[in-house]
Structures are given as structure tokens and as C-alpha cells.
């Protein structure tokens, strides 16, 4: 399109300055044009650099953008030093080092301008200007969309960023826009970023959508507050604050970011009312550092599309949330590391895949008046140093109501568990913890289950309907106080005892008898050791006699598997081992079929030694000859190892770990390698996640699984203190010893007995001579290395027959010290003393031709 003419109409008051001219360029026209002149331009392509210094009215055609256009072939396109007028323009730059449009003073106005350009900035704000800019389009794929810089200010309404090779909307060194009604969308970098100091922006109904990038930025001491605006689909998070940041969300919509919806750090403070997190890859609040704080009132987080946190607070940062709900998310809050703390206040969590709150590393969280429904678990204080308080809160239909561990030391009061699959309150591994007027109700577990001689207190606390009992401790340690329960059966002793206890009480649990419950006459005072005959397994009992599962069948069959086991070579300590279990198992089902208790007896097993030594095969018998006795329903054994366990990050390590205990139940859990859960300079190796789990997991479902760990003595014995309550899950250690050279043959004459080979004259002492001879370092394979030698003496065998045109069966089946491995070790053997030589078959001259590669 040619150039046009530019037509001006003089607005000043002297009758010859009212006179209307027609001038070729644009310069011309503005070079007479003065205050209050409007210049209309005629449509065409202008190659000029604008410099607008007065107040004038530069137009285009009305409602036609495009037609005029204002194209430089370097430099700025257009530059505003007055509060002028620019209507309806297409405004086009190719200087990289230059925006195409740039406002430097005075308050102009923009309205509907096209700028379409390969510059520093579409648009650049900067020094004291102050524009109203409406309704324009900005179009750079090489920089900035919008800049505002330099103590910049003005106010963009209806405005649109298409495309942006850098950020969309970039505010820094002390600019302060404000956005109306804005869409930011296709930038590359981030939709909006606002840095340093003095630096802020405002925004109203803005959305931001389709960042290749971040969706909002805010760091270095800038502040920024968006109202009723949308960030979606953005390739990074959704909003970040990083260094003293400052925003605050009234009313947004953050939805379907791949990674955290929004990440805050080093001293940032973020702000959110009314506003909804949705469809996160990651966390939706993921607060870091000390000082860094998030204060949320009446906010949604939700539909998580990731395995990750909702809520994460770490590193010694705050949060708060109040009136909020948080649902569909595989955990919904995680706070961890001394000096990080959560206060949630009359919120509501539910649908959590694994853990509403997760506690740990010295962390602290306080609820006040929550609700949480569907979740594995309600709360999870984890360690040492973590704690806090959950008061007037109910948990709904989960599995665990809360669980406090290794030396956690939280305070409950008047918190409510309804209807857990497992129990409503699981301390256990050193876990403390103070409950004060709980109840739990409707348990299909225990109500309040306490292990490991955890010094636990309850007071005034109640429990009714708990179908496996109100109250379970296991051993020494808690005191409870004026507690009831709903249990039928005899009521306690009243006298008091030494130490202000009951009579006839296990020393160490403490239960003051209280006034009968308003539960009704049903209600009965807590019982401070449950009876062995517990109804389930009095119940368990009925069942085999019903069945015909008695004494005789189950040692019939547990017989055949036992006789299995005799057969294995060696071993002679472990199969002591397990007779002895089996033993004591047999002995305790006779006794209970004849009334009397039946000592406890642990099933869980540790396995050390070296690898090849049986441990999996040894474990596979164990399965069967449980599940022979009618201990275990199926006997079947799963092997994983720490790659099936741990996950990489918080939260599928314990899912992953539940999966594998589902997939042994009935059988037995047998983990190689154990100790790899607890490497020695594991930090926060999600490791020690999967032995927390398991140890819940083996007391909550003792009856259904065995869980046998295995691995190299020294290691496993580390293993075995990296959770208090590790070792008080197994029963017993059995260690399996390396094969001797007279075991290792016999190994050897077992698999040529079974695959109908024979060993030739010779070979027998050959290979007690190679077996002796044979390094043992940390490589040696035991059984492992005697089944590998028979496989390479029977491929050497097979190189050696094969040259024979017709072998008898004799050549076909019979193995000579020339076929052992590594023949040149061996080559002097047969002029040992006794030791006599192989048969003349067709051998090559150089033996070492059967060796192989070495």
C-alpha cells in the first residue's frame, strides 16, 4: 500500500489556525501540528519514526485497524512525550534493540492500536508517563509484550498480548500498572512478571493462559494483586514468588498447570481469598523458607492431576488456612522441618488418596474445628520434634483416623474418629502424643491402639462399636484416665493400686476407673490388658473346628513342606529354626482348641547372610507351611526389593508399599535386601517412608501377612535400629551360613541327579578340590555359584560330546573334571595323591580349549 496524505485540522483559537491542511508525511503534519490539532491519516503504509510532542489527535480510519501503517525500517515506530491522542493504527517495528512503541511522558491515550513487531517491546512504558491504554493489540514473538519500567505507570483496559518472545507483561524498576480486563496469552518466559524493588501491578478480570513458561512472576521486592483473574495452562507453574515478593489473589482461578500452581520462597507473602487451585501436576501451594507465608481464607484446592502434596510447607515456612476446602488430591497437607507450622482453621479435607496431614522433621500443625473424610489417613505426626494440636476436629470414614511415630509428641482434644477401616487413634515406634476427651466410634479396627510401650496419654476419652476393641495396648508405657468404653464384659477392680493405677493392671498402664459413660449401661471402663482369647480369635478358632481344619490335617500337610525343606542341603541351623516356629504354632493351636491361651508368637522374620545362600526358598517353604497350618489363607510369596517400595516422592512411597502388602496377603512379604531401605546417608530418602509404612501396615494386618527381610548380617543389623519399632516386629533372626565345599558338591550331584547327568570317575574330588580352592570374597554366590558351575560343566560337556559322530549314553550323561570351569587352575589334579584321571575320551591336547574365555 502507497503512502498516504495526512490531513489536519487545527483546533486553536486564532481564525487562521482554523483552517484545515492536507500534508504528505506524517513529520510534516506534526511538525505544524500543536495542542488540540487532530491529524487523520490517510490509509497507506508510512516508513517514519513518530515523535509526538504536543497534545494532538493522531487517527486512523474509524473501526478499520490495518489500514495505516506506521512501519519504520528501524528504530521506534512511535514515540509519545505528551498527553496526545492515538486512535486506530497499525503500528509495526524491527529494531531488537528498540520498542515499537514507547510512551516517555505525559498521560496519552492508546485505543484500538494494532502493534505488530519483531522489537525490544511491543509497547514500553517508562519514566513519569501515565497512559490509558484501550483496547490494543500487542504482537512481538522476539520480546516483550508490554513493558513498564523506570517508575512507569497508566492503565490498560480490553488490552491483549497475542504473542511475546519474552514475558507478556513485564513491570521492573519501580513501574506500577494497572491491567483491566486483559488477556495475556502465547508468551515465552512468563504472562506476567513483575521484579525488584518498588515495582507493583494491579489486576482486574486479567486472564493468562497458554505461557510456554510460568503464568505469573513476581520476586525481588516487587508487590502485585490480582482480582477476579484466571492462569491456565501454562508450561511451568502457575504463579511464583521468589525474594521478598508480595501478592495478594482475591477471586482467581488457577487451573491446569503442570507443576506447582503456585510456588512461593525466600520471605515471599501470598494472600488468597475466594480463590480456586485446580488441576495441579504438582503441589497447588508449595511454600519454602523461613519467613515465606501464606495466609488463605475461603479458598478450594483441589482435583490434583499429579502424585504430589496439595498443600506444602517446608523449610521453616508458615501457612494458614481458613475456611478452605481442599479434595481430590493424593494428600492434601504436608508440613515438615523445624520452625515450617500450619494452622488450619474450620476447613475441610476430603477425598485424600493416602494422608490429609502429614507432620514430620520438627514441623508443627494446629487444627481448629476441621473436617476430614475419605483418606487413608487423618493425620500423620511422623518423628521427632514434630507436633502441634488438632482440637474439635472430626475424621470420617479413613483408615486411620491419626497415627503418631517415633517420638512425635502432638495434643489432641475433643477430636472425633468415625467409622476407620484400621483404627481410630495408632501410636506406636516411640511415638508420645496427649489425647484428651476423644472418641472414636464405629471402628472395624481398635479405637485406640498403642504399641511399643509408647508413653501415650488419654484422658476422659470414649469409644464405642470397635469391632476388633475400644482400647489395645500392647505393651508398658500409656495412661489413660478416666476413659470408657462401650465393650461389654467385666468391669474392672477399683481399688486403687501402687503408682495410682488399678489393681490387677500391668505395670506401667495406668487406667483410673470414671463414672459409667452416658453411652448407656452398656458402657464400660477401660480394660488395662485385653484377654488373649480375644473374640476374633475365639471366632478364628470356631471357624477351623467348623471346617475341619484340626490338629491332624494341618500337621499332615505341613509335614510334606516340612520334608522339603529337610532336603535342602546344608542349613542345618535354620531348618532348627523354623521347626521350631512351626513348632510352637502347631503347640498353640492345641491349646486353644483345648481352652487354654496360646503364647504369642510372632511370625514376622529376619533372614541374613549371604546372597545364594537359600533365603528365597527358605521363605517360599515358610509361606507353604503356614499356610499348610491354617495360619496363613494362601502361603504365596511376593520377593521385592527397595525398586519396588520407593517412589520418587513424598506420599507414592507409601502407596507403592501398600500395593505390595495388598498383593502378599494371605502369604508372606518376603523384601531382599532390606537394609537398602535405610541407606546411611539416606536424609530424606523416601526410603525410611516405606519401613514407617510397613511397620503401621504388619501391626494393623498381623494375622494376614508375614513379612520376612533379608539381607547381609552387618547391614541388617544396622536395619533393624532405624525404627524403634522395627525390631519388635520380628520375632527372631535366622542366619543363613555360606555352603561349605561338601555342600556345594552335593548341590552339584543334586542338579545332575535331576537333569540325568552322573559325575564320572574323579569328578567328585575335582570338584570338592575346585570348591575348596574357589575365592570367597563378597562376589561368591553359594548355591548360586554350584548351580552356575554344573551349567558351564554341562555346556563343556556338550562342546566335548558333540565332536562324537554316535556317543553311547554313558558319553551322553557323564561329567569329568575336564568339563569343570577353569581347568588351567586345576590342570595338576589328577596327579594328586588318590585322585584318579578321567577315562580316554576324545579330549582336546590343550585343555584349556574347554575353559572358555577368562
Not at 517415633?406 to 484400621?422: F, H, I, M, N
Not at 494375622?703 to 527372631?732: H, K, Q
Request: glycine share 12%.
Amino acid at each position: 500500500m502507497a503512502q498516504g496524505t495526512v490531513q489536519v485540522t487545527h483546533g486553536g483559537a486564532s481564525r487562521w489556525r482554523r483552517r484545515s491542511g492536507e500534508y504528505p508525511t506524517l513529520a510534516s503534519a506534526l511538525a505544524v501540528a500543536v495542542d488540540g490539532d487532530v491529524l487523520s491519516i490517510a490509509p497507506g503504509t508510512y516508513r517514519e519514526n513518530l515523535v509526538l510532542h504536543h497534545a494532538v489527535t493522531l487517527r486512523g480510519p474509524e473501526g478499520a485497524v490495518g489500514s495505516v501503517r506506521i512501519a519504520p525500517l528501524d528504530g521506534v515506530a512511535l514515540t509519545l512525550r505528551a498527553s496526545a491522542v492515538v486512535q486506530d493504527l497499525h503500528l509495526e517495528g524491527q529494531d531488537r534493540a528498540a520498542p515499537a512503541v514507547l510512551v516517555e511522558e505525559g498521560a496519552p491515550e492508546l485505543s484500538d492500536l494494532r502493534v505488530s513487531t519483531r522489537s525490544a517491546a511491543g509497547i514500553e512504558v517508562r519514566g513519569g508517563a501515565r497512559p490509558l491504554v484501550r483496547r490494543c493489540t500487542v504482537e512481538n514473538p522476539t520480546g516483550v509484550g508490554i513493558a513498564v519500567l523506570d517508575g512507569g505507570g497508566g492503565v490498560f483496559e480490553e488490552c491483549e498480548v497475542v504473542a511475546a518472545g519474552q514475558a507478556g507483561i513485564s513491570v521492573r524498576g519501580g513501574g506500577h500498572p494497572r491491567l483491566e480486563r486483559c488477556r495475556i496469552h502465547h508468551a515465552t518466559g512468563a504472562g506476567i512478571s513483575v521484579t525488584g524493588e518498588g515495582s507493583g501491578l494491579e489486576a482486574l478480570g486479567c486472564e493468562v493462559y497458554e505461557i510456554r513458561g510460568t503464568g505469573v512472576q513476581i520476586a525481588a521486592r516487587a508487590a502485585a494483586r490480582l482480582t477476579d483473574c484466571a492462569v491456565h495452562r501454562t508450561s511451568s507453574d502457575g504463579v511464583t514468588l521468589d525474594t521478598d515478593a508480595v501478592l495478594a489473589l482475591a477471586g482467581c482461578d488457577i487451573h491446569d498447570i503442570p507443576e506447582n500452581a503456585v510456588d512461593l520462597r525466600s520471605r515471599s507473602v501470598l494472600t488468597l481469598s475466594r480463590t480456586s487451585v485446580r488441576r495441579f501436576g504438582r503441589n497447588g501451594l508449595s511454600v519454602w523458607d523461613p519467613g515465606t507465608r501464606v495466609d488463605a481464607e475461603s479458598c478450594e484446592i483441589h482435583d490434583s492431576t499429579g502424585d504430589y502434596p496439595a498443600v506444602w510447607i517446608s523449610d521453616g515456612a508458615t501457612a494458614s488456612l481458613d475456611s478452605c476446602r481442599v479434595r481430590d488430591v493424593p494428600d492434601a497437607v504436608f508440613v515438615l522441618d523445624r520452625g515450617s507450622r500450619v494452622d488450619v482453621v474450620d476447613s475441610d479435607l476430603s477425598q485424600v488418596r493416602n494422608t490429609a496431614v502429614s507432620v514430620s522433621d520438627g514441623a508443627t500443625a494446629r487444627l481448629d474445628d476441621c473436617r476430614i473424610r475419605e483418606a487413608a489417613t487423618g493425620a500423620w505426626f511422623r518423628d521427632h520434634g514434630s507436633g502441634g494440636t488438632l482440637a474439635n476436629c472430626t475424621i470420617d470414614s479413613v483408615q486411620t483416623g491419626v497415627i503418631v511415630t517415633k517420638g512425635a509428641d502432638p495434643a489432641l482434644e475433643r477430636c472425633t474418629v468415625s467409622s476407620p477401616t484400621e483404627a481410630g487413634f495408632y501410636v506406636s515406634a516411640g511415638g508420645r502424643g496427649t489425647f484428651t476427651a476423644c472418641r472414636v466410634t464405629g471402628s472395624s479396627g481398635f479405637g485406640f491402639h498403642v504399641i511399643d510401650g509408647c508413653r501415650t496419654t488419654l484422658s476422659r476419652c470414649h469409644t464405642e462399636r470397635c469391632a476388633r476393641g475400644g482400647y489395645e495396648f500392647a505393651e508398658d508405657g500409656p495412661v489413660a484416665e478416666e476413659c470408657t468404653s462401650d465393650e461389654s464384659g467385666p468391669r474392672l477392680a477399683a481399688q486403687s493400686a501402687p503408682g495410682g493405677g488399678l489393681a490387677g493392671e500391668r505395670p506401667g498402664i495406668r487406667t483410673v476407673t470414671a463414672a459409667r459413660s452416658s453411652a448407656g449401661p452398656a458402657a464400660a471402663d477401660v480394660p488395662a490388658q485385653r484377654s488373649a482369647d480375644r473374640p476374633d480369635r475365639a471366632a478364628g478358632a470356631a471357624a477351623s473346628k467348623a471346617t475341619g481344619t484340626g490338629t491332624g490335617t494341618a500337621a499332615g500337610g505341613s509335614g510334606a513342606v516340612l520334608g522339603q525343606l529337610d532336603a535342602l542341603v546344608g542349613l542345618d541351623s535354620v531348618k532348627r529354626e523354623v521347626r521350631a516356629l512351626t513348632d510352637m504354632i502347631e503347640v498353640g493351636r492345641r491349646r486353644q482348641r483345648a481352652g487354654l491361651k496360646a503364647a504369642s508368637v510372632r511370625r514376622h522374620l529376619v533372614f541374613t547372610g549371604s546372597p545364594g545362600t537359600g533365603k528365597t526358598t527358605v521363605a517360599r517353604l515358610y509361606g507353604e507351611i503356614l499356610a499348610s497350618l491354617g495360619v496363613l489363607e494362601h502361603g504365596h510369596l511376593v520377593e521385592v526389593s527397595r525398586v519396588d517400595l520407593v517412589g520418587e516422592h513424598i506420599g507414592s512411597t507409601a502407596i507403592r508399599t501398600q500395593e505390595a502388602f495388598d498383593r502378599a496377603r494371605g502369604g508372606v512379604l518376603f523384601i531382599d535386601e532390606a537394609y537398602a531401605l535405610a541407606p546411611e546417608d539416606s536424609g530424606r530418602d523416601f526410603g525410611r517412608e516405606a519401613i514407617d509404612t510397613l511397620v503401621k501396615l504388619m501391626e494393623d494386618h498381623r494375622d494376614a501377612v508375614v513379612v520376612i527381610v533379608a539381607g547381609y548380617t552387618a547391614e541388617m543389623d544396622r536395619f533393624l535400629t532405624v525404627n524403634p519399632g522395627v525390631a519388635s516386629r520380628f520375632s527372631r533372626t535366622i542366619t543363613f551360613g555360606d555352603y561349605g565345599p561338601e555342600e556345594l558338591l552335593r548341590i552339584v550331584e543334586q542338579q545332575a541327579e535331576e537333569h540325568e547327568y552322573r559325575l564320572g570317575e574323579g569328578t567328585s574330588e575335582a570338584l570338592l578340590a575346585y570348591f575348596t580352592e574357589l575365592p570367597k570374597g563378597p562376589a561368591f554366590g553359594n548355591g548360586r555359584t554350584a548351580r552356575q558351575t554344573f551349567e558351564s560343566m554341562v555346556e563343556r560337556h556338550a562342546g566335548r560330546v558333540a565332536q562324537l559322530s554316535e556317543p553311547t549314553t554313558d558319553e551322553l550323561t557323564l561329567l569329568y573334571p575336564a568339563d569343570l570351569p577353569g581347568l588351567p587352575v586345576l590342570r595338576d589334579l589328577p596327579v594328586l595323591p588318590g585322585l584318579p584321571g578321567p577315562p580316554r575320551l576324545p579330549v582336546p591336547s590343550d585343555v584349556s580349549e574347554l575353559s572358555g574365555p577368562r
